[in-house]
């Protein structure tokens, strides 16, 4: 059986759009994506409200994904890949990060996947794979103040994740590409949105897995 660990934030989550709830299981596009896999995938999804790069969060604990990526890869090993989809929170406005800096945590997170050797060691280490959040254009209802100048480093970050990524030769998709945040708070995907992601991340995760074509 193949592994495929994702770290990730509200999205992986399954956060619904302006409720601090969760879509039921099978609607988050983890799920959606582990289904269309098939049993021979095992997708473990560890997905934290509020998760940044590198960063930590001045209200939450564990918000720090470079404080606790080593923890859930050892926990989890042996992974075939990981997907590092994280990137949204660290434009919130009281990080005081771009684009460029959220680059700058994405490539601590994959390079520590990349050279994960486990505990006790063991080779080669996971795949990797960069997943971009979407495109915030519109922040809304409560998340208003805290997003307020997310639009504008939202476009370089997009940029500087797909550069990062070939300089890294990891794996590259944007949420973007497929699905955009519900207008209800500018940022989350509603259920279709989870939906579209996990139907599109299915089949590439498949050929990185070296599982060929899926149905």
Same mark, same amino acid.
């Given at each position: 059986?193949?592994? %495929? =660990?994702?770290?990730?934030?509200?999205?992986?989550? *399954?956060?619904? #759009?302006?409720? /601090?709830?969760?879509?039921?299981? &099978?609607?988050?596009?983890?799920?959606?994506?582990?289904?269309?896999?098939?049993?021979?995938?095992?997708?473990?999804?560890?997905?934290?409200?509020?998760?940044?790069?590198?960063?930590?969060?001045?209200?939450?604990?564990?918000?720090?994904?470079?404080?606790?990526?080593?923890?859930?890869?050892?926990?989890?090993?042996?992974?075939?890949?990981?997907?590092?989809?994280?990137?949204?929170?660290?434009?919130?406005?009281?990080?005081?990060?771009?684009?460029?800096?959220?680059?700058?945590?994405?490539? %601590? =997170?994959?390079?520590?996947?990349?050279?994960?050797? *486990?505990?006790? #060691?063991?080779? /080669?280490?996971?795949?990797?794979? &960069?997943?971009?959040?979407?495109?915030?254009?519109?922040?809304?209802?409560?998340?208003?103040?805290?997003?307020?100048?997310?639009?504008?480093?939202?476009?370089?970050?997009?940029?500087?994740?797909?550069?990062?990524?070939?300089?890294?030769?990891?794996?590259?998709?944007?949420?973007?590409?497929?699905?955009?945040?519900?207008?209800?708070?500018?940022?989350?995907?509603?259920?279709?949105?989870?939906?579209?992601?996990?139907?599109?991340?299915?089949?590439?995760?498949?050929?990185?897995?070296?599982?060929?074509?899926?149905?």
């Amino acid at each position: 059986m193949k592994s %495929v =660990l994702v770290f990730g934030d509200s999205q992986t989550w *399954g956060r619904m #759009p302006g409720v /601090p709830e969760r879509f039921p299981f &099978l609607v988050r596009w983890t799920s959606v994506m582990a289904t269309r896999l098939g049993s021979g995938v095992l997708v473990i999804a560890q997905g934290l409200n509020g998760r940044t790069t590198c960063r930590d969060e001045p209200w939450k604990p564990w918000r720090n994904g470079t404080e606790h990526l080593d923890l859930q890869l050892t926990i989890n090993a042996p992974l075939d890949l990981v997907i590092i989809a994280l990137g949204c929170n660290d434009l919130q406005w009281h990080q005081h990060m771009g684009g460029y800096e959220s680059a700058l945590g994405a490539q %601590v =997170l994959l390079e520590k996947v990349l050279s994960f050797r *486990g505990d006790p #060691p063991a080779a /080669p280490p996971p795949k990797a794979m &960069l997943l971009a959040p979407p495109r915030i254009t519109a922040p809304a209802g409560p998340l208003v103040d805290k997003f307020r100048d997310a639009p504008a480093k939202s476009e370089d970050q997009q940029r500087r994740y797909q550069a990062l990524a070939a300089e890294l030769g990891v794996a590259y998709f944007s949420m973007s590409e497929v699905a955009s945040p519900s207008p209800i708070d500018g940022i989350h995907l509603d259920a279709d949105g989870q939906r579209a992601l996990g139907e599109a991340m299915a089949p590439r995760v498949a050929h990185i897995l070296g599982l060929g074509a899926i149905g």
